[in-house]
């Protein structure tokens, strides 16, 4: 039976209870971080294989326009440069992503911004749709068709595991063209990948908290129910109320991950698969994120999948049934005065990783100052 009391319990060794624990460690407080995987850094985790640090739960880039943020993670580890230049590949076409004049020059042997922007206005005006009833017909108008029907549909599709004229309209607010020539995904002025990979941000986030994993929660509660003054939980808001009002919705991933006996398979650390009948999203090459030249090459493929319980949640289905349901769960918390939540989970949204850094700060400030 463990006796001491913590100040507090902190459920998840993610970004957001690792970034909690360190800003309250250096604030005096004690901390215990429990987890019920076998390793910290929740879904930024890495394992080295072959020399390479292969990203288990999905390609993590890290990108911020937030200085404080990305002088804040600088202060714990070193970046590399890396830029995500993304391709895209339909039936035997190669494309650059994000939508950009390479794109479009491949579409359509266009040349300049202007050719490229009469094309799409053409092909949105051939459609003549109004106000738009789903998912498709909001990308049409946004797009055109062939950059709609080549590059967004079949992913999209496999995304939700859904036709996207069954997808509502909201889920695609733009769809972002550039009518320059730059194959960079992200438009902020920060972005790497750590060089000693994201399990030594965890660590050194981590340390001067006690940490216990494969440690459930729910079970470590009862047996413990004194343990901290206050927890912090970062893991499914539902299950934290017993699912009392109903479950919410996630989409999770999985991945089938091997071992190549060349140096180089794809050339790029991300290859989009937009056609519907290849049935993952994507492959990822991970030594691309780190410029590696080891012998051998990891590759995993992308499994998109709909949630059910006992499989990992990634992200939250943000419709407007389980934005309600989740805003009646968040009444629910604020009455637990004695529980702070947050993380993807705990907040139900999807965050980049410089967001949940600036999410933990921010929690840390209002509640220690």
């Not at 429990?34 to 739960?57: A, K, L, P, S």
């Not at 108008?141 to 590059?151: F, I, M, N, P």
């Not at 079970?219 to 939980?233: D, L, Y």
């Not at 805003?327 to 999807?350: K, M, N, P, Q």
Request: net charge negative; glycine share 8%; proline share 4%.
């Amino acid at each position: 039976m463990m006796q001491q009391k913590y100040d507090y319990l902190i459920v998840g060794a993610g970004l957001f209870g690792a970034v909690f624990a360190h800003e309250a460690v250096t604030r005096g407080k004690t901390c215990l971080v429990i987890d019920r995987r076998g390793h910290i850094g929740g879904n930024i985790h890495c394992e080295e294989v072959e020399g390479i640090q292969v990203h288990c739960y999905g390609a993590h880039i890290f990108h911020t326009s937030d200085k404080e943020v990305w002088d804040y993670a600088g202060r714990f580890v070193t970046f590399n440069h890396f830029v995500n230049s993304p391709v895209a590949i339909y039936k035997d076409e190669l494309y650059n992503l994000p939508f950009n004049m390479n794109t479009f020059s491949k579409l359509w042997g266009v040349r300049t911004p202007a050719q490229a922007q009469e094309k799409i206005q053409e092909q949105i005006a051939e459609l003549d749709i109004g106000e738009p009833q789903n998912l498709e017909e909001q990308a049409l108008k946004l797009v055109g068709r062939d950059v709609y029907e080549k590059l967004v549909k079949g992913y999209t599709e496999k995304q939700w595991g859904r036709d996207c004229r069954e997808l509502p309209a909201f889920i695609i607010k733009r769809l972002p063209l550039r009518f320059t020539f730059d194959n960079n995904y992200f438009s902020d002025p920060y972005q790497g990948i750590p060089t000693e990979g994201y399990d030594v941000l965890a660590e050194r986030l981590l340390e001067g908290s006690d940490v216990r994993l494969r440690t459930d929660y729910f079970e470590f509660i009862k047996e413990h129910p004194s343990i901290a003054h206050k927890t912090v939980f970062t893991g499914m808001i539902d299950e934290f109320f017993g699912f009392r009002l109903g479950h919410l919705e996630y989409r999770t991933v999985s991945f089938e991950t091997e071992v190549l006996d060349c140096s180089n398979w794809q050339g790029n650390a991300v290859v989009n698969y937009t056609e519907r009948e290849v049935p993952y999203t994507r492959i990822i090459e991970h030594k691309h994120f780190g410029f590696g030249r080891q012998p051998k090459t990891v590759i995993s493929r992308e499994y998109p999948a709909e949630w059910t319980p006992g499989m990992e949640p990634y992200y939250p289905v943000n419709n407007e049934k389980n934005q309600a349901l989740y805003e009646a769960y968040r009444r629910l918390a604020e009455e637990r005065t004695d529980v702070i939540f947050g993380g993807r989970l705990g907040s139900y949204r999807y965050y980049d990783m410089d967001k949940v850094i600036r999410a933990a700060l921010d929690a840390v400030r209002e509640e220690l100052g």
